[in-house]
């Protein structure tokens, strides 16, 4: 209702302002243009995502099933652009150049896998009103959606970025779930992936298995692959009850802590604002995620509520990957905190994301 | 049923998260609080300088120069090589060996890390200009201990090293720490604690590169005192010049005072080579057979031979055994019991001057005979031997006066006649230090009273000699001193006193030799006396370990006093 429409708006404003009071704190002793434009571009991006915000939620969400494949090839499309054309940063190819700013295809493609899947699980027969997933043989419960995930899939781990493509993965096993497809197909297809483990350990790149072994213990290269993380902890955890307090984190003023105002925003947040400040981050995260499921469990158009599902849980599994990762409980793999991080793709992509969820939200209730 | 499930899962997955943020935020908060401080803060040690050593008339003998300390601070080791290659570049010394330096000296992250030490100002001016592009190397000024005269004075001053083990133990209590620079021996180690500069130092933000951020303290260290010594650096000169290297000591002591003038003492050292910290000089020193780190003057105990007679004199004198006008034959030697006891020469009747002035052994031997051993003792304590004189230098020897007593509880024999007469010539078991005759000598120049020598004049600018210990009046019958101050005179001005060739100097000496016989190599060689005759002014102590006998000793002390007229220090 407008009450939830209201809601979302409101915590998604406070996340991305205390994100941007953060990006400001690990900028502020960085010296250089470069450095100080940071938080005033963000600041650009967080106002052109209120805008698109409020047209996509003005948008009706039906039309997405009508241009699912149109995005689908679009998405697809940008991957392979970034191929030929990317720029290439911080040792991966994931930026395309447009126009006068960088676009990172693979947020793009996130939602769109997640539109794909919803209309995918959400088809009725031509004769049967009913939904059809649950009675659907194996093949076109899983293994046709799943290669349709695999493409985009395959080609953002080549890019490499590693989170990115297990968050696809990780998307693609929850919609599964909810779309009601069999539960044993599910498990066949956990199991499948287990099995190929070993074989895709193969596959990686020598930094994602040095970022995996460190993972596990992060001393044994504390300098190295093992630095962010211990860095990181070493942020969070002298944040201590309530924190040393905006502009005064050592380990995020001082550059202690690599990439403070991207992926390691958390880091920076939770050295600042201490254990409770973090709490309340995360609470505002939960209810940001409940809304969603909310929106979903209310839609009765199955399109809508599965889209509403994949959307609230793509978020809810980045910042969970996200701030796992922060606390060294995940390995260092590239995924953005939504509406924390800096990155206008990413925030641009969420602010859409959300800005669908209202729409579904809204049209439930013309029905 | 599955969306509920779901819903479980995301409220499960965000306790989890909060259970592990408390745990790392709260619980774990402290260790994570340290690890960060030890990221960004470090501290910096800054040197305060030693006390400087200055002779009496203010000319320094010991100062501070700075040298220049290279350290690096980082966290760990990053961009760590690209600092040590620049380094060592400049430094002339192989990148490999910096690096070495660099992981052995390395202690904590919030410690930077000294990789060299002692460099000359130049390198210190070139490293300094490399520091916009390696601002993670750190050029420290550090005083550093500097002797410009060299050897001269070693033993007085003592040198620097850095603490050991002993001294820790005993020293803990008084702020002294581990790797702690402290003196050894002399004035160094006796007022170490006064000389003892206090470190200070600034503790500072850096960033992830050693960058200095900013300084959150700043501690200014404090100077060691100055200390002002009684010596005269122009005497103390002469004095060493004139031992020529040939082991003994030269004490050159105001009379009345205590204070010492010159203590010289050979061989040496220069107490220069512990700041190279090149082990190898230091063991060729240690190894050095010569003994170039004992003080000879307070730590060298030897026979006495005849200087001891002066004791005998006195005590004869007071006790009323022998007048003026006693006088004893001298043969050549005498029978004591069943053994002979010889002097160097015969001499004819003689009285208590003539004895002195030809140093005859029969004379003393009677004396001694008449005044017995337990006599000679008490008189040879009243002195001040068998005890250290309380000079502010360490590790003084006490000597050894033999006494009846003694030998009964310690070598379960009867003391005889003949132990007497050895101790009545300063021989047998009778051991001094040249300091401790130099203190007899004194109590003839001033008339009778036991001086206390010291060494310190001013600490800081402020006198001291208020707080020394007062000389003791001994209240001698003015005549006994007369009686032996005229037989010193006599040494020196009789055509065959021991010391006549000292009788041609400008100054009138007074003074008495000695040979004392030891039991390996040639006798120790001593002449001991004090000048001017009428008002002294020096009392003058020369002693040469093995140097054949008292006449090379009186050699020595002439030309010192004759290079002192030259200098026109009398």
Redesign the interface.
């Known amino acids: 209702m407008r009450n939830i429409n209201l809601s979302i708006l409101i915590i998604a404003f406070l996340i991305a302002s205390i994100g941007i009071l953060s990006i400001y704190s690990s900028t502020y002793?960085k010296e250089g243009e470069f450095w100080q434009l940071i938080y005033k571009r963000q600041l650009l991006w967080f106002i052109l995502g209120l805008l698109l915000f409020l047209f996509i939620s003005n948008f009706n969400y039906r039309r997405f099933w009508d241009m699912t494949y149109f995005l689908y090839a679009f998405a697809l499309f940008l991957l392979f652009l970034v191929f030929i054309l990317g720029i290439v940063r911080l040792g991966a190819q994931r930026w395309l150049k447009f126009l006068w700013f960088n676009i990172q295809p693979s947020e793009i493609a996130k939602l769109v896998m997640v539109i794909f899947l919803a209309r995918y699980f959400s088809t009725k027969s031509v004769d049967n009103v009913s939904l059809q997933v649950n009675r659907l043989g194996i093949l076109r419960a899983l293994v046709l959606p799943f290669l349709c995930v695999a493409i985009p899939m395959g080609l953002i781990i080549e890019q490499p970025d590693l989170g990115s493509g297990a968050m696809l993965l990780l998307v693609f096993i929850?919609m599964l779930?909810?779309a009601?497809v069999r539960f044993r197909y599910i498990l066949i297809f956990l199991l499948m992936i287990l099995l190929c483990l070993p074989v895709l350990w193969h596959f990686l790149r020598d930094y994602q298995r040095d970022r995996l072994l460190v993972f596990l213990n992060p001393n044994i290269d504390?300098?190295g692959a093992g630095y962010t993380v211990i860095?990181s902890?070493?942020?969070?955890?002298?944040?201590?009850?309530l924190g040393k307090g905006w502009l005064s984190g050592?380990?995020s003023q001082?550059?202690?802590l690599p990439e403070s105002h991207t992926d390691f925003i958390f880091a920076t947040f939770?050295?600042e604002w201490?254990?409770l400040g973090?709490?309340a981050l995360?609470f505002l995260?939960?209810l940001l995620?409940?809304q969603g499921?909310a929106v979903?469990?209310r839609s009765a158009d199955n399109f809508g509520r599965l889209l509403a599902?994949g959307i609230s849980?793509m978020l809810?599994i980045q910042v969970?990957v996200n701030?796992?990762m922060n606390?060294g409980?995940a390995p260092v793999v590239g995924l953005p905190l939504p509406l924390m991080s800096y990155g206008g793709s990413s925030l641009f992509v969420t602010f859409i994301s959300l800005g669908i969820l209202v729409n579904i939200n809204k049209t439930r209730a013309v029905f | 049923m599955r969306v509920r499930i779901v819903n479980w899962l995301v409220i499960a997955t965000f306790l989890f998260i909060a259970l592990n943020i408390l745990n790392m935020e709260v619980i774990q908060g402290k260790k994570f609080k340290n690890l960060s401080n030890q990221n960004c803060i470090r501290l910096i040690p800054q040197e305060g300088s030693r006390g400087r050593i200055l002779d009496r008339q203010g000319n320094i003998i010991v100062d501070n120069n700075l040298s220049y300390n290279v350290m690096v601070s980082s966290y760990a080791n990053i961009g760590i090589d690209k600092t040590l290659l620049a380094a060592a570049r400049i430094l002339n010394v192989d990148f490999k060996v910096l690096q070495t330096t660099f992981r052995n000296k390395y202690i904590a992250p919030f410690m930077p890390t000294t990789i060299a030490k002692n460099i000359d100002v130049k390198k210190a001016i070139a490293l300094e200009e490399l520091k916009p592009d390696l601002d993670n190397i750190i050029i420290q000024p550090y005083p550093l201990r500097s002797y410009p005269y060299g050897r001269l004075a070693c033993h007085i001053i003592g040198y620097l090293n850095e603490i050991d083990r002993w001294r820790l133990t005993k020293l803990a209590n008084y702020g002294y720490k581990t790797k702690d620079i402290v003196g050894f021996g002399g004035v160094e180690e006796k007022y170490d604690y006064l000389l003892r500069q206090e470190a200070g130092g600034l503790s500072v933000e850096v960033d992830h590169r050693g960058r200095l951020v900013s300084v959150l303290g700043f501690k200014p260290p404090s100077n060691g005192k100055d200390i002002q010594l009684t010596i005269d650096l122009k005497i103390q000169k002469i004095a060493e010049e004139n031992l020529k290297g040939r082991n003994g000591s030269v004490i050159i002591m105001e009379p009345y005072s205590g204070e010492i003038i010159a203590l010289a003492s050979s061989s040496n050292f220069n107490p220069s080579v512990f700041l190279k910290q090149s082990d190898s000089a230091v063991v060729s020193l240690l190894d050095n057979s010569d003994a170039p780190f004992i003080n000879r003057a307070i730590s060298g105990v030897y026979p006495a031979g005849s200087v001891f007679k002066l004791v005998v004199a006195t005590a004869a004198l007071e006790t009323g055994k022998i007048s003026l006008s006693t006088a004893f034959y001298c043969p050549g030697s005498i029978y004591i019991g069943k053994q002979k006891f010889s002097c160097w020469d015969t001499h004819n009747q003689q009285n208590l001057i003539g004895a002195i002035t030809h140093s005859c052994n029969v004379f003393f031997y009677r004396t001694g005979l008449l005044v017995g051993a337990q006599n000679i003792y008490d008189y040879a304590l009243k002195f001040g031997f068998s005890h250290p004189t309380a000079i502010d230098l360490p590790y003084e020897a006490s000597g050894f006066v033999p006494s009846p007593l003694w030998k009964k509880i310690y070598r379960l024999r009867n003391w005889f006649e003949g132990d007497t007469a050895n101790l009545a010539i300063g021989q047998g078991e009778l051991l001094v230090t040249p300091l401790q005759i130099t203190r007899m000598m004194a109590i003839f120049a001033n008339r009778g009273t036991l001086v206390t020598p010291y060494i310190v004049k001013a600490i800081n600018g402020q006198g001291v000699a208020n707080f020394k210990r007062r000389a003791v009046t001994l209240s001698l019958k003015e005549s006994t001193i007369n009686y032996i101050r005229q037989g010193l005179r006599s040494v020196v001005s009789d055509a065959h006193g021991t010391a006549d060739l000292l009788s041609d100097l400008p100054v009138s000496v007074a003074g008495k030799t000695g040979t004392a016989q030891v039991a390996h190599g040639q006798p120790h060689g001593w002449f001991v006396g004090f000048f001017p005759y009428q008002a002294p002014k020096f009392v003058i102590c020369v002693f040469l370990e093995h140097g054949g006998s008292g006449y090379t000793s009186s050699i020595v002390a002439k030309q010192i006093i004759e290079s002192m007229v030259k200098e026109g220090v009398i």
């Open positions: 002793q929850t779930y909810l009601g504390p300098l860095q902890k070493i942020a969070i955890g002298s944040g201590g009850f050592t380990q001082l550059r202690f939770a050295e201490g254990f973090s709490c995360l995260y939960y995620i409940r499921i979903a469990r599902f849980l809810g969970f701030i796992a606390l409980l």
